[in-house]
């Protein structure tokens, strides 16, 4: 039975039009059938909304009443009879949205910031329209200054003049040890990006970036981690490509390991990328340089197989999408992290220092300089800006190491 005959004869659908969402409920179908929803996504959003309907019944409160307060209180009334469903609150979050597309309730009302917030708003404008950073940087800023807001504290824009030498100190020797070394020194580069920030704007009289302690961090102490060939090669083997899932979960893994792509760079592969007479496509790489690559012929046939026969009908133009409706592109590099962590949980390999997409990049390289590559040739396929990133390879290089190391003193010859 598909959707469209599940609906025509569906008596919890017939019930729904006899409340009070009787006027939105063919554009809620329509939208499910739209996004290619399963039946059973379907009953459980329907049955919901039935709920809600009886809900608003029982309160005298109509259509043009919904809003997201009102489906909070709601799911409030339902927690405290039964655990809620899996998608009850998207199957909501859905109806508001619906409502507000076709104008049925108007939009949200701004929301009125607090002075701290007004503050960070500014300083993630001046991030994405002075320093060029994205959107998705510009957070990661504003998130490490947040709380260094709220320990000063800053309540209002003018409270920014008082801070002093040993207030920045303070906080940094405070909260250095929150986290890893590498934390500290991302918290330390911000803090200073922000104060900057508000030295410019003339927020402050004195530029006090010289007064964010630097934190000391040896680098490269430690030894890359990678897969050998065979435990790559269990690794693609753990792919079900029988199925939609496992044919696009083996190309994602290949262009990881065979290419040395970042997950954020699979993820915002789009089809308009590809071109498939050069056999190459374009990726967005680090810090939004572009990068053409090859399409190697094992890749190639591994992507055409999910392109053909696993990637769901959609709108999107992002190669790799959501196996569960509704079917979009991955909106972060999270999804591909997720698809490489599973691999490797499924093959259970243990002693890895990053059991994510990251391992693979690793694993191609380490290979690489085995089969004679240079550091400058595996830097070139990495797209390493910087030659002391490439170098931590050396290390696993054993035997180019055993040649440069005299001998033990009195050890047998």
Known sequence: MTLGQYFSSSRLLRRIKAGPLKDCIDLYTDRLRQDRYH?????????????????????????????????????????????????????????????REAQIIDLPLPLTLEPADQILEGFRGYLVRRRGLSPTSAEAYVTFV?????????????????????DVIGYVESHANDGSPTTARIMCTRLRSFLRYVHVEGLIAHDLTA???????????????????????????????????????????????RLGLRANEVATLTLDDIDWRAGQFRIRGKGRKAATMPLTADVGTALAAYLRDGRPVSDSRQVFLRAIAP???????????????????????????????????????TELLRSGATLTEIGQVLRHED???????????????????????????
Not at 389 to 410: F, H, M, N, Q
């Open 146 to 166: 947040r709380p260094f807001l709220r320990d000063i504290p800053i309540m209002q824009a003018d409270d920014l003049a008082r801070i002093s030498p040993g």
């Open 327 to 365: 079917h979009t592109g991955f909106p972060s590099a999270c999804g591909i992290i997720g698809i490489a962590r599973r691999a490797l949980k499924r093959i259970d390999i243990n002693g890895l220092a990053h059991h994510g997409a990251h391992v693979l990049r690793h694993s191609l390289a």
């Open 39 to 99: 039946k059973a996504h379907a009953l459980n959003a329907l049955s919901i909304l039935r709920h809600f309907g009886l809900w608003l019944t029982d309160r005298h409160r109509g259509l043009g009443d919904i809003d997201e307060q009102l489906v909070g209180r709601f799911l409030k009334f339902r927690a405290r009879r039964r655990p809620l469903a899996n998608g009850d609150r998207s199957a909501l979050t859905r109806l508001v949205t619906i409502l």
């Open 211 to 257: 007064c964010v302690p630097s934190i000391k961090r040896w680098s490269q102490t430690g030894l890359p981690t990678y897969l050998s060939a065979q435990q790559l090669e269990r690794v693609f083997q753990s792919c079900d490509r029988s199925t939609a899932v496992g044919r696009r979960d083996y190309a994602v893994l290949m262009m990881l390991a």
């Open 387 to 413: 030659h002391d990133t490439t170098r931590i390879y050396a290390k696993v290089d054993l035997e180019s190491l055993r040649r440069l190391s005299p001998p033990w003193p009195g050890a047998r010859s």
